[in-house]
């Protein structure tokens, strides 16, 4: 179970890295996207497609890194209410739900995914997008959070035992 939970750990910290390259490269293009539009007055194509989609799959792809050092934001006006026994009770019950919840979306992402991959869409745009791509980053992000949930669990156990 150690090395299921360091391959997590790990793999959470890879994608928080993506994912602050993707906002890097979002702010990039954004950047070069307004130098051709005001300096050069050149029209720009892909460059808002691109920073939304990249923006979207940062949030995604780095939502298990963000689970991974409890940066989430948390509500714990009950947990500081209640006795030890409870708040161990509390915190399995919302790590499940919240496991369930990102299982379901992880299996509904990839069903969107495959479909529009198997079918060839594209965005709506003149960049064209395949739009497999934009859509890959949810599946992955979810399923991600879903295996950085199972290594919490792990740890939660650990500190009861």
Same mark, same amino acid.
């Given at each position: 179970?150690?090395?299921?939970?360091?391959?997590?750990?790990?793999?959470?910290?890879?994608?928080?890295?993506?994912?602050?390259?993707?906002?890097?490269?979002?702010?990039?293009?954004?950047?070069?996207?307004?130098?051709?539009?005001?300096?050069?007055?050149?029209?720009?194509?892909?460059?808002?497609?691109?920073?939304?989609?990249?923006?979207?799959?940062?949030?995604?792809?780095?939502?298990?890194?963000?689970?991974?050092?409890?940066?989430?934001?948390?509500?714990?006006?009950?947990?500081? $209410?209640?006795?030890?026994?409870?708040?161990?009770?509390?915190?399995?019950?919302?790590?499940?739900?919240?496991?369930?919840?990102?299982?379901?979306? $992880?299996?509904?992402?990839?069903?969107?995914?495959?479909?529009?991959?198997?079918?060839?869409?594209?965005?709506?745009?003149?960049? $064209?997008?395949?739009?497999?791509?934009?859509?890959?980053?949810?599946?992955?992000?979810?399923?991600?959070?879903?295996?950085?949930?199972? $290594?919490?669990?792990?740890?939660?156990?650990?500190?009861?035992?």
């Amino acid at each position: 179970m150690r090395g299921f939970k360091l391959f997590v750990e790990a793999v959470s910290k890879l994608f928080g890295l993506v994912a602050i390259l993707l906002l890097v490269a979002a702010v990039l293009v954004v950047n070069q996207m307004v130098f051709v539009r005001y300096v050069l007055n050149g029209s720009t194509i892909w460059q808002t497609e691109f920073v939304t989609y990249s923006i979207v799959a940062a949030t995604f792809l780095g939502s298990p890194y963000v689970l991974l050092l409890k940066g989430h934001v948390r509500v714990d006006l009950i947990e500081n $209410a209640v006795g030890d026994n409870a708040k161990i009770a509390l915190r399995l019950i919302s790590d499940v739900l919240s496991l369930v919840f990102c299982g379901l979306l $992880a299996w509904a992402g990839w069903i969107y995914f495959h479909e529009a991959f198997a079918e060839n869409w594209t965005t709506d745009t003149v960049w $064209a997008l395949p739009l497999w791509i934009p859509l890959l980053p949810m599946p992955v992000g979810f399923g991600l959070l879903c295996l950085q949930f199972i $290594a919490d669990f792990l740890k939660l156990e650990e500190e009861l035992q």
